[in-house]
């Protein structure tokens, strides 16, 4: 138990607030064993970043979180063929596997298997090897891709069995058809079949870049599949393996519930998105389309909105909000779950209101409107509370910079030098309230 409480010390110096930290201790510990998380890690990862992978996987345990891993070895399995003057082929994405590529995935994948196994065992941390046994599949395309399987079973028994002794159960992306011939599957497919037919509550898969990058190399923070997904698959920059695995993340959340989601972060993050408000890596999520309305209220749903205002803020808007403010652009989502609004405050444009829902803010519903926000408008100011500690400290993560008086703390991001920014937080600091009474959450 102690051990468990220093453990737990440890993460909060590291992550943030002991709240955040027991309020999702208390929500997985809910959740039934089995469907905790699915967690899909590359070859990559087992190559370079065993020692953050067994850090992250050993914490788990130790507080009676057994996640299910499944595991890929792609690089290691090339680097194999490589060695033995075998060329690896690749149609789509998806690796040909002739008899000898076959042949190698066996073995590379079982010693793969069991280096994660035996690096969790040295750290006192119970792990169960289950190289094959839980995927069943039928040949996919042998004459273009030879013995590549498509999944048609999941057998979760070994798993059940697993985690029920204690075990952190560590599962190959290999599949037997019934008659018993091995198959290759790509390893993002294998996740998407097993986390369909669990349907966990956290499906995470662990990359090297610690998310999905975008043109420039840098990490696309959320994905809205509903808005996003197009767009994608048209980007020249989007590769055939990131263009599957994208295509596989939404068959799998297309499957599954509207709330669910898949994390994308390196295993060195993997605390910060299991028990953080702000997450880390890339989101994705099905997700809604966002509603645009610009220069004033027509077509808005006043009562819906003024619904999710303040049940969001748990706080009433003054009388005349809708009649006085000077409308620029209203964002919401189409269930109204999610808002952010726009208005004019001077040449800059003014965030008065960034509102989603309690039971929509483990969705992801607030980093893909904050996606949106950055795509429309290059410059930005808003203010929130000196108190609000739920939200100021993924501001913190938005802004360009801030400035605090003791009431409020004015965020930006954009702004060109310094009679622009000071311009913007005079006007921030005049403005007055639009919610009836004080307390937290005024935006």
């Not at 201790?25 to 998380?37: D, I, R, W």
């Not at 001077?346 to 926000?373: C, H, M, N």
């Not at 993924?394 to 400035?403: A, I, P, V």
Request: charged share 25%; with cysteine; glycine share 8%.
């Amino acid at each position: 138990m102690n051990d468990t409480r220093t453990l737990i010390s440890q993460l909060l110096r590291n992550l943030g607030t002991q709240r955040e930290v027991e309020q999702y201790l208390k929500q997985y510990a809910s959740v039934e064993s089995t469907k905790f998380a699915v967690i899909k890690i590359g070859g990559g990862i087992v190559r370079d970043h065993l020692d953050d992978l067994v850090s992250s996987l050993t914490f788990l345990s130790r507080v009676g979180l057994y996640p299910i891993i499944i595991h890929g070895a792609g690089e290691q399995l090339s680097e194999a063929l490589r060695m033995e003057g075998h060329q690896p082929t690749f149609v789509d994405g998806l690796r040909v596997t002739d008899a000898e590529t076959l042949r190698m995935a066996r073995k590379v994948f079982t010693r793969t298997n069991h280096q994660i196994c035996d690096a969790l065992e040295a750290q006192g941390t119970r792990a169960r090897p289950i190289p094959t046994g839980v995927f069943e599949a039928v040949k996919s395309d042998f004459d273009r891709l030879g013995y590549v399987g498509e999944v048609t079973d999941v057998d979760l028994e070994p798993i059940r069995s697993a985690i029920q002794a204690g075990d952190i159960p560590v599962l190959s992306s290999l599949a037997e058809t019934r008659d018993g011939q091995l198959l290759n599957i790509n390893a993002d497919t294998a996740t998407r079949h097993l986390a369909t037919k669990i349907e966990p509550y956290k499906i995470i898969f662990l990359t090297p870049t610690a998310g999905l990058l975008d043109a420039e190399g840098h990490i696309i923070s959320a994905i809205n599949l509903a808005e996003d997904y197009d767009t994608l698959m048209e980007a020249p920059w989007v590769s055939g393996g990131m263009r599957l695995k994208i295509q596989e993340v939404k068959a799998l959340v297309d499957a599954l519930p509207l709330q669910s989601s898949v994390a994308i972060t390196s295993p060195s993050e993997l605390p910060k998105e299991l028990f953080t408000h702000r997450g880390s890596g890339t989101l994705i999520r099905k997700g809604e389309r966002v509603l645009l309305f610009e220069g004033g209220l027509e077509g808005v749903d006043l009562g819906r909105l003024q619904n999710l205002l303040e049940s969001s803020f748990q706080r009433a808007l003054v009388d005349d909000y809708f009649e006085k403010k000077a409308f620029s652009k209203i964002y919401v989502t189409e269930s109204y779950r999610a808002t952010a609004i726009l208005t004019e405050e001077g040449p800059i444009p003014y965030l008065d209101k960034f509102a989603v829902t309690s039971k929509a803010q483990g969705e992801g519903i607030a980093a893909s409107l904050w996606e949106r926000l950055r795509k429309d408008n290059p410059k930005l100011f808003w203010r929130s509370r000196v108190e609000n500690h739920t939200i100021n400290p993924w501001y913190f993560t938005k802004s360009d910079g801030s400035l605090r008086d003791a009431r409020w703390i004015v965020f930006w991001y954009g702004l060109d030098g310094f009679d622009e920014i000071q311009a913007c937080i005079a006007r921030a600091f005049a403005m007055p309230p639009s919610l009836r009474s004080h307390g937290i959450a005024e935006g």
